[in-house]
């Protein structure tokens, strides 16, 4: 029980329910949390770095390819994140660990000093990937091929699943934690 | 001519065009730059900052309020965005200095160091009103409202004027000052 | 088993899932089927219709308000999407039948001589009404109090509930009716 | 100038602010008409019908291709909005008429019989295109490659120019002709 949590990391593949989860711990916990992710960092790129080689790139297949000045981008991103929280606000952060334990080893460096709840946010590829039909707006394959790859060797301190258990249930889960 | 440059700071009212000038930006200058904007930070803000009182609320006449809770997090997400910057990005901010000079003041204040480009993105109020009209998606009045209002007291770099000229334009005029 | 299904109409609550099955059915059937709904024609209203008295209304408590002139143009829309169907357009109709079984007399009528299978969505009011948290950009308490009052006195085909089923899995259950 | 207008055909490229005009004459015009547009049959589309072959194809280069499958459900949906437009919703349709004179025809057979006022978008190709980098949100080409192809052999009751012109000032034009 952590009396004062400064950031929540919630990983997960892509359709595992993580934005829905933070939309549920912004409205249940008593004290406001800037929600950001992985998905705002993609949408204020540049039109060139939404492209597959220097940026981040979605095949037709869902597999999802980061180039040199991309990961430049999203190294300075994490950097601004964590001075957000060092500021003051309460931080909760959705992302897709691509590089499994290294990009939680980045954040760890980013975050370094911050109190941090690491939560994993899993869901069965079978499930996730129905729920990509459902939502039909992302590139068809990313669900299954993400739902194993981005828990590879990520330590949490608390994980919830979508399978079978309701994102806002999942979210009270995590907020008892928050204290 | 500044030939290191790392923040654009956009500054006009609602509907003037600084979104549509930064897309433009994003398309045409030859390093990528992230967007970021103060639409993005109300997006990123839980629901019970999303009304007047504590958070930032939006009145039936367009008039825009502001709590101390949502100012708390408004000054830690600068911080965040000033340390993006200095960690290697370029940004163009996107924002709305409600308080004039003082919203200037307090942006210089959190880009301390930095090399800014400060940009005034002007529009008269009457074709402002008319292009919320068109937009559609705000409330109606904000345009009107925040037209004048924005520039009080602010200094800038450069002035751009959406009135009549094209965003991708005034977007090429800015990217000329960029080096 | 019908083999010449001309209309699919899915009715349910708010948050039910109804638009995610539309778009699983889209998906996984073997002919195209074009999917419309009360949402498409609310965004297609002008905004005086938008409001509550003459048109529709979304009260803070999620009661849901209809006036005449929104009534008449709801009418117009359904005779339009049953001329779709009868110009040979496979139609997914998802509604929320705020009259219940009036609702579905008045689409009845405007079906009349197309082959038709009438769905139900069902959801706890419970799990609805979590998932309009997960989606935040629903008036909060529409899944609460439209759960069970959009099924009285509806008479179906067929009924799915997504309390404890996934979407694509309702849809896959439809989808075995159509032949 | 019509007393009993019962449908307003606005034709344009992309980019060329039909969508824009159509928000501001739902605004304007004092009776409520509904707003539909060919942009609102693609979303309603199978995913399958959103590639090229059967479908909708948006190549790279901004060409649009239109497969039979397409055609077919987008003549049924011309036959469903005639039919809002007889059973007494006044309707604003917006459209791009790849085809030109040929889409013209297609339309006037699916009105026939109603009071129709045929409306040509026109702006310039450099300052459309311009306008699809502002918007950002665009296959980058439509504005250029549809700018002069669309008006081809179209017979207009008016024409109105948004290079130079505002929006709202445009449907104001129109608005003028509605009686």
């Known amino acids: 029980m952590t009396t004062h949590l400064q950031v929540i990391v919630l990983n997960g593949g892509s ?16 004290d406001p949390w800037l929600s950001v992710g ?12 939404k492209e597959p080689g220097d940026g981040i790139g979605f095949a037709p297949d869902g597999e999802v390819s980061v180039g040199p000045r991309f990961r430049a981008l999203e190294q300075a991103w994490m950097t601004g994140v964590a001075a957000m929280a060092r500021a003051g606000a309460r931080v ?6 691509l590089g499994g334990a290294a990009s939680q080893e980045r954040w760890r460096t980013a975050l370094a000093g911050l109190e941090v709840l690491w939560v994993g946010v899993r869901c069965e590829a079978r499930v996730a990937a129905g729920r990509e039909v459902v939502r039909g707006d992302r590139q ?16 949490y301190d608390l994980e919830v699943d979508t399978t079978r258990t309701e994102s806002l249930d999942c979210a009270r889960t995590i907020a008892a934690r928050v204290g």
């Open 92 to 97: 909760i952060v959705d992302d897709v660990f």
């Open 15 to 30: 359709s595992s329910g993580k934005s829905g989860i933070a939309r549920c711990l912004q409205a249940v916990l008593p």
């Open 38 to 49: 992985i998905d705002g960092l993609v949408d204020s790129l540049p039109p060139s770095l």
């Open 140 to 155: 068809r394959g990313m669900a299954e091929s993400q739902a194993a790859l981005v828990h590879q060797g990520v330590a």
